[in-house]
């Protein structure tokens, strides 16, 4: 069974950054790619970045673009989401998600396990 741990949420004030990581376990030699979600409070759940199971491919939503960096070592089994230039509307809930590859990148993406989440939050 695929387990997803998220650490790095916490406060920040706007423009400022932050590094999610995304410890996985569970994937008994078989390939998944990875990706970041997030809900904020009323909101459904979004994608905002993913990454192919060899790191070499990656993707984001556009009001995430050239401020978020999605990344992985996959010798530690772990996904990270490097948040730079934050702003007060990427207040939200962020989540780690894992699909068996090969995968659709994307808003097609979809999920075989999520992680608990981790709150970020953006306030000045």
């Known amino acids: 069974e695929v387990r997803l741990v998220e650490s790095g949420g916490g406060w920040v004030e706007p423009v400022g950054s932050l590094r999610l990581s995304c410890a996985a376990s569970?994937?008994?030699?078989?390939?998944?790619?990875m990706a970041w979600f997030r809900q904020a409070p009323g909101m459904e759940r979004e994608g905002v970045a993913w990454?192919?199971?060899?790191?070499?491919?990656?993707h984001y939503a556009d009001s995430v673009k050239d401020r978020f960096t999605i990344s992985r070592d996959k010798g530690a089994n772990t996904l990270y989401l490097e948040m730079n230039s934050l702003k007060l509307e990427d207040t939200a809930i962020y989540y780690c998600a894992a699909a068996l590859s090969p995968c659709i990148v994307g808003s097609s993406f979809t999920p075989n396990a999520w992680g608990q989440g981790t709150q970020v939050t953006v306030s000045s």
């Open positions: 990454i192919t199971a060899s790191g070499l491919s990656t």
């Open positions: 569970g994937f008994a030699g078989l390939h998944y790619c």
